[in-house]
């Protein structure tokens, strides 16, 4: 099970953070994702971080996001985080969660076929 937090209400440059936790399964045999989904649109990645192998993870950025979110997880504590800085009314949308055992992350974009567990979704608005 994943379990999103963090979403809101924030002003167009804005931050906010997001945090997802795994529950049920070891979190480091599996990759996760961040995924958003903006009104009227498919899911599509923002973000996505390697299980334990390749040792160090690997990370994808959508261009949309490089240099303005950050991904990052703690196996310990089976959580994973997204850190949005510099948010544009584009980000607007409900961001998932993602987790899929011993997926590649490579320089293409994650699939969300490709994931087969997910969170409820949290609720980001931008405004201007």
């Known amino acids: 099970q994943l379990a999103e937090s963090g979403g809101g209400t924030v002003p167009a440059g804005g931050s906010l953070t997001l945090s997802c936790v795994l529950s049920?399964?070891?979190?480091?045999?599996?990759?996760v994702a961040w995924f958003h989904q903006a009104p009227g649109k498919e899911r599509e990645c923002v973000t996505a971080?390697?299980?334990?192998?390749?040792?160090?993870?690997?990370?994808y950025y959508a261009n949309s996001v490089k240099g303005r979110f950050t991904a990052s997880r703690d196996n310990a504590k089976s959580t994973l985080w997204l850190q949005m800085d510099t948010l544009e009314l584009a980000d607007t949308g409900i961001y998932y969660c993602?987790?899929?055992?011993?997926?590649?992350?490579?320089?293409?974009?994650?699939?969300?076929?490709?994931?087969?567990?997910w969170g409820q979704g949290t609720q980001i608005t931008v405004s201007a």
């Open positions: 993602a987790a899929a055992p011993f997926l590649p992350v490579t320089t293409a974009p994650p699939r969300a076929a490709d994931f087969p567990y």
């Open positions: 049920g399964r070891p979190s480091r045999f599996f990759t």
């Open positions: 971080i390697s299980d334990v192998n390749p040792n160090p993870a690997t990370t």
